[in-house]
C-alpha cells in the first residue's frame, strides 16, 4: 500500500510514501518500506505506526547508516551504527542513545570495549589506544577515565587512581614480574609560559592547565613485590572478564532449525548389544558415535586459541623514571583528541523529530557522537 495517491504533486508530498502492511486501523504494522521527504529510507517492521522490530534506516543528508532493533519508534535493543567519519557502534541503545554493553570502533584506530550510559562511556570498560601501543583497563565516568584503572604497556603499567581522565591519588608502577614502586600523583596548575604568543580568539578550548605529578614514596622487590603483582593482574583479569571483547552481532530473525538427531539402528538378533530396558546405556558401554563426539569436542577444545586482540598492548614504549616529578607523556594526554571527527553527526531519530501525519517521523537534523 502506498501513503501517496496518483497525481499528487511532489512538493505537497509531507509525509513520504510506504509500502508494506498495515493493520485494520490504517497504520503501518508489519514488515514495510518507507521513503522519507527528505530522502531518508528505512526497511523494516513497523507497530501501530511506528518503527518496532528489526530496520535498516539509512540517511540521505550524510550517508549514516543503522541497522539494528528498534522499540516505539527509536532504537533500542542491540544495533550497528555507522557515522559519515567511518567510526562505528555495535552495542546496546535504549531510548536512542548508546546505553549497555558496546564496543565504539573510532576513526584514529583506538577501540572502546566495555559499558555505557546515555551515549557516554561510564561504567567499566577497556580501551585500546594502537598508535601509543597501550590500553586502559578499569572505570569510566562521563564519557572520562574516572576511579581505579591501569594503564598498560608491553613492558611496564601504571595502576591506580584516576579522576577526570588524569591518574590523581595513590597508585603505582609495575615493570616486569619483580618490582613495583610505589607513589601518589598530584594534579597541579601548569604555569603559563610567557614566552608563549597569545592563542587566537577563535579557538574553540583553552589550553590544558592541569598536570599530574608523581611522587614516588617505595619500592618493592621480592615477594612483596610478587604479592603485589599477582594481585594486580587478578584485578586486571576481573575487569577484562567483565566486558565483552568481540562485537555485538546482531542474532539472525529466525534461528536456524537444530539438525535432525541420528536414526537410532536396531541392534541385530541374537547379538547380546541391546541396552538394558528403559532405553539407557549401562555403565562401562558406549556408542561409537559418542565417542567420536567427544573426541571432537575434546580436539577442538584443545585447538581453540584465546582471543589475541583482548592482551595485544603494543609494542616499545617511553622509558620511566623511578623519581619525583612529571609523569611519561601517555599519562597526561588527551583522550578526545583525535578520538572522534567532532564534526561527524549522529541524526537523531528521537527528540527533533517531525509528525509525518499517519505515525512515522523523520529524524532530526543530527548531532556529533561523544
Known sequence: ?????????????????????????????GYGVAHLPNGDIYRGFYREGKRHGRGHYRFKKNGSRYTGEWQDGKKHGRGVFVYPDGTKYEGYWEDDMRTGQGTYYFANGNKYVGEWHDDMRQGIGICFYPALNCKYVGEWENDRRHGKGALVHQDHRYEGQWKDDLPDGPGCYVFGDSLVQEGVYTVRQQPVDEDEPPRSTED???????????????????????????????????????????????????????????????????????????????????????????????????????????????????????????????????????????????????????????????????????
Open 204 to 370: 574553540e578550548e583553552p589550553p590544558a592547565t592541569l598536570v599530574p605529578v608523581w611522587r614516588a614514596d617505595r619500592v618493592l622487590a621480592g615477594d612483596a613485590a610478587i604479592n603485589r603483582i599477582q594481585h594486580s593482574l587478578l584485578e586486571l583479569e576481573r575487569v577484562a572478564s567483565h566486558v565483552s571483547i568481540g562485537s555485538a552481532v546482531l542474532p539472525p530473525e529466525k534461528p536456524p532449525p537444530p539438525p535432525p538427531p541420528p536414526p537410532a539402528e536396531s541392534p541385530a538378533e541374537g547379538s547380546g548389544d541391546a541396552p538394558p530396558e528403559g532405553g539407557q546405556v549401562a555403565d562401562g558401554e558406549g556408542t561409537a558415535a559418542g565417542e567420536e563426539a567427544a573426541g571432537a569436542t575434546e580436539g577442538a577444545e584443545e585447538g581453540a586459541e584465546p582471543d589475541p586482540e583482548a592482551d595485544q598492548v603494543g609494542g616499545d614504549e617511553t622509558e620511566l623514571e623511578a623519581a619525583d616529578g612529571e609523569p611519561p607523556q601517555d599519562l597526561t594526554m588527551e583522550l578526545r583528541d583525535g578520538e572522534r571527527d567532532e564534526t561527524a553527526e549522529e541524526p537523531e531519530t528521537g527528540e527533533g523529530e517531525q509528525e509525518t501525519g499517519d505515525g512515522d517521523t523523520e529524524p532530526g537534523d543530527g548531532e556529533q557522537p561523544e
Open 1 to 29: 500500500m502506498s501513503d501517496s495517491s496518483e497525481g499528487e504533486e511532489e512538493e505537497q508530498n509531507t509525509i513520504g510514501t510506504y509500502e508494506g502492511e498495515r493493520n485494520e486501523a490504517k497504520q503501518r504494522h
